[in-house]
């Protein structure tokens, strides 16, 4: 487990999984970087950000074809539908929150052999604009 800047994040990303990894924008004005954690034996790798005080976590697993990785959502699932960004197809659904007046969001893709997840509890707009800035490699 590593904690680096986003830059060595994503470098480290590229080293240990052989491809470059589809990139998260900064696109929200309260948004940074925080930590990157990487589990080599289940190669997967978790990038949290903050945004505006709220954790949104950027998760990629590159042995999603070997084994299971879930992400459990306890909140009821209110809304599923499929955006297009950059000519790739990108599932979302959309959480209920108890006791909140902000949704939480779980987007998936697959893109060059790796499993992306990104999770986090914010406006519609919000979510949409990060993955529509989503940074796919060549």
Do not use: C
Request: charged share 30%; net charge negative.
């Amino acid at each position: 487990l590593v904690n680096e800047d986003e830059e060595a994040a994503y470098q480290k990303i590229s080293e240990e999984f052989g491809v470059e990894p589809v990139k998260v924008m900064i696109s929200l004005k309260d948004m940074k970087f925080g930590h990157m954690e990487f589990d080599d034996s289940m190669k997967t790798v978790e990038l949290s950000y903050d945004i505006a005080g709220e954790k949104m976590l950027y998760l990629i697993n590159a042995s999603y074809t070997k084994n299971s990785f879930g992400i459990d959502v306890e909140d009821e699932v209110v809304e599923k539908f499929s955006m297009e960004v950059q000519g790739r197809n990108i599932e979302v659904k959309q959480y209920q929150v108890e006791n909140a007046d902000e949704n939480r969001f779980l987007a998936s893709f697959i893109e060059k052999k790796l499993k992306y997840y990104l999770i986090g509890t914010m406006k519609q707009e919000e979510f949409e604009l990060i993955l529509n800035n989503l940074h796919f490699p060549e």
